[in-house]
Each structure stands twice: as C-alpha cells, then as structure tokens.
C-alpha cells in the first residue's frame, strides 16, 4: 500500500466514525461535524491531487 492509498484509507475509517457519532449527538451538532469532515476531506484530496501530479510524466 502506498502512502496515498494508507492516508486516503485512514481519512475514510475517522469520517466514517464520526458520521457514525451522529446518531448520539443533537442535530444542532451535526453541523459543526459536516464542517469538520468537509474540510478534512479537502485537505486529503488536495494532498493526494498534488501528489498525483507530481507522478505525471
């Protein structure tokens, strides 16, 4: 497994997790977790974009 494939993998088991949380927690909350998971998400992928392109021939 690569280091791409290993963060894309340990970012998707933390969202999952945490979607998972929000049965337990007030709707009010639910936001501030969506916000967090978005961010975290665009983080990742811009990493792995940017790695990406640093493969490219």
């Known amino acids: 497994m690569t280091d791409e494939e290993a963060l894309a993998e340990r970012t998707a088991e933390g969202v999952r997790s945490r979607l998972e949380s929000l049965d337990g927690l007030p ?3 639910h936001v501030a977790v ?5 961010r975290e998400l665009s983080e990742v992928l811009s990493v792995l974009d940017v790695h990406g392109r640093d493969r490219r021939p």
């Open 27 to 29: 709707t009010a909350e």
């Open 34 to 38: 969506f916000e967090t998971v978005h």
